[in-house]
């Protein structure tokens, strides 16, 4: 499964985006292919990960063949792991 | 294309701008002590925008050519835009801790986008496609420029007409058939020396009498005849002593101002974006004030967000975080920060579309964001002195903190007797006590408290400017009309 992972632009995360990222990363790589979203790909699902509850990356711009899971605080990042794990 | 932050400084590198301070021309203004850091500062702009974790403020989809452009270059197309452009002058001000200049040129790119659409469909004049082909030069190739609005004004009780001097404000002083000749300055320009293309505006309203004073042109920084005379700033020179990173405050980063002169200079006619309209200077001008009112929610909530936290470091270090007065002063800081920035989002949400197709946010409440911080920076700082207590201004230098002077009965240095008396709690070393208090003290009256507080009063306009904004937008009559109702009076 490819995932595109887009970030919000970081104007005042709650969390750390990038922890985060790298522990979904690490704990999926032997099931799920990571990358930036590229607009001219196409993805199995994009992962937005936003710094607060706003959550504004823009993300409509990507195609995805089965939707968007979105991460915004840290509390929600192992139930993240998991629903990635269910789109397989 | 996107330049890195080395990229643009190489580019600075290449301009023959003119640079003058303490009387001399700066030959090397790119590595001179005092202006490096400003240089650095934008240079963060640049260097942003290749962050996955960042790119989507900092970046833009430009609706002219297609193509990613660093949203300091982009023509605003929705209230997203308008928020985001918000949002990324909070980041810059998180990351810099300064004002980071690069957000005048872009508000001038806005105004003048939408003003010139308007003075064609009256006038039938070409300006708005001289625009639109200097926007794409300017996306393109990545450019920061100023945009420059500020005349000297001398007697402000005249109109520009009817200075004694003349050059008080720029103004067209002949013209050819292939342009332009101006001459004037423009006052307190930040970043101009870091920009490579400038942007002139008129800064007033305009009658007839004053045609030759409704100018609006770009031209690259080192045209001939145009020169700069540096501002100083307090404690600037601190920059310039050895071993003294620390007693600067913000080592990194800095902010900086100019005086441009423009020494009879010649505008080609594809650069020229207003000349004589008088009537449209006004347009032009609150267009670009309520822009640039707008991105001081941003800008200056970012520097507080870091004002907040060195200010609850000092308290720890201070082994004072606990006090209820502490934390309730931090609650304080944080409201006033956050109201701020409630008015750089609010008037970026009510924005609409110009006739030209571009967004322009909420004129009345941009001036209620701008007003609000010709204030809340004040306090945000008082409440960060308080804390920091009075040791913030009383401190020895780096160089004491630093010294193997043998001064007491057994030996004791100088550095070894500043470490022990102005030690703190056991969370941080005296040295890093000590580059907390310097930051405060930079930003509360040293040279970065040009760019927090006394730019938060008068920069994008004095507080009575909002005022007479917000009065012209306040619909008073129709409030009356509101009571009126509930009143049941006719």
């Known amino acids: 499964m490819k995932c595109g992972v887009r970030f919000c632009g970081g104007c005042n995360p709650r969390f750390d985006r990038g922890e ?35 959550c504004c990356a823009s993300y409509d711009h990507y195609r995805t063949r089965r939707g968007v899971v979105k991460v915004y605080n840290a509390e929600d990042v192992d139930k993240t792991i998991q629903i990635l794990k269910d789109f397989e | 294309m996107l330049m890195t932050g080395a990229q643009y400084i190489e580019s600075l590198r290449k301009l023959n701008t003119r640079v003058y301070l303490f009387g001399e021309e700066v030959k090397n203004w790119v590595d001179h002590p005092m202006i490096r850091p400003s240089i650095d500062c934008v240079a963060v702009t640049y260097d942003l925008a290749h ?30 835009d308008l928020r985001k452009k ?98 004037g300055s423009k006052a307190h320009q930040t970043g101009s020396i870091n920009s490579h293309e400038h942007l002139i505006m008129p800064t007033m309203a305009m009658g007839e009498d004053d045609k030759d004073y409704a100018v609006s042109f770009a031209i690259p920084s080192d045209a001939e005849g145009v020169y700069m005379i540096y501002g100083r700033q307090s404690c600037d020179t601190r920059k310039m002593e050895p071993n003294a990173k620390i007693d600067v405050g913000n080592f990194k980063y800095g902010g900086q101002e100019a005086l441009v002169v423009f020494d009879d200079v010649f505008i080609p006619n594809d ?24 991105s001081y929610g941003g800008c200056k909530v970012g520097v507080g967000d870091v004002v907040i936290g060195a200010s609850a470091l000092a308290a720890d270090y201070n082994g004072a975080s606990k006090a209820a007065h502490i934390k309730d002063k931090l609650i304080e800081m944080t409201h006033l920060n956050e109201t701020l920035y409630c008015c750089g989002i609010a008037c970026s949400s009510e924005g609409h579309a110009t006739a030209s ?13 701008k007003q609000n911080v010709t204030r809340f920076p004040y306090e945000i700082v008082r409440l960060a002195e308080d804390i920091a207590g009075g040791l913030m201004v009383t401190m020895p230098s780096e160089r004491d903190f630093n010294s193997d002077l043998k001064v007491g009965r057994n030996g004791e240095t100088i550095g070894e007797i500043c470490n022990k008396y102005f030690a ?58 509101l009571a009126k109702d509930i009143l049941d009076i006719k």
């Open chain 2, 424 to 481: 703190g709690s056991a969370l941080c070393t005296t040295e890093e006590r000590m580059k907390v208090l310097r930051f405060l003290e930079n930003i509360s009256l040293g040279s970065a408290a040009v760019g927090y507080r006394t730019e938060s009063l008068h920069g994008a306009g004095s507080p009575q400017a909002q005022r007479i904004m917000i009065s012209r937008q306040g619909n008073i009559e129709g409030k009356k009309n």
């Open chain 2, 357 to 369: 197709g571009n967004y322009q946010i909420d004129l009345l409440l941009a001036n209620v964001c």
């Open chain 2, 86 to 183: 918000v949002k990324m002058q909070r980041l810059l001000g998180q990351k810099t801790a300064s004002c980071f200049q690069r957000c005048v040129g872009m508000d001038s790119f806005n105004a003048v986008y939408s003003t010139t659409f308007e003075i064609d469909q009256k006038y039938g004049t070409s300006y708005h496609q001289n625009f639109l082909n200097y926007i794409k030069f300017v996306q393109e190739n990545d450019l920061t420029v100023d945009g420059a609005m500020t005349d000297p004004k001398g007697d402000r009780g005249l109109a520009p007409s009817k200075q004694r001097d003349a050059d008080l404000f720029m103004h067209i002083v002949e013209r050819r058939p292939d342009g332009i000749v101006v001459r």
């Open chain 1, 20 to 54: 985060a990222y790298e522990k979904i990363r690490t704990q999926l790589k032997d099931e799920i292919e990571f990358d930036y979203a590229k607009e001219d790909d196409w993805y199995d699902v994009i992962l937005v990960i936003g710094g607060c509850t706003n």
């Open chain 2, 51 to 80: 962050k996955p974790e960042y790119e989507d403020l900092m970046t833009a989809k430009s609706h002219l050519t297609g193509e990613k452009v660093n949203r300091f270059c982009n023509i605003h197309q929705s209230t997203d």
């Open chain 2, 271 to 294: 650069r020229v974006f207003l000349c004589g309209e008088y009537e449209f200077a006004t347009m032009l001008v609150e267009r670009f004030a309520g822009y640039h009112r707008q």
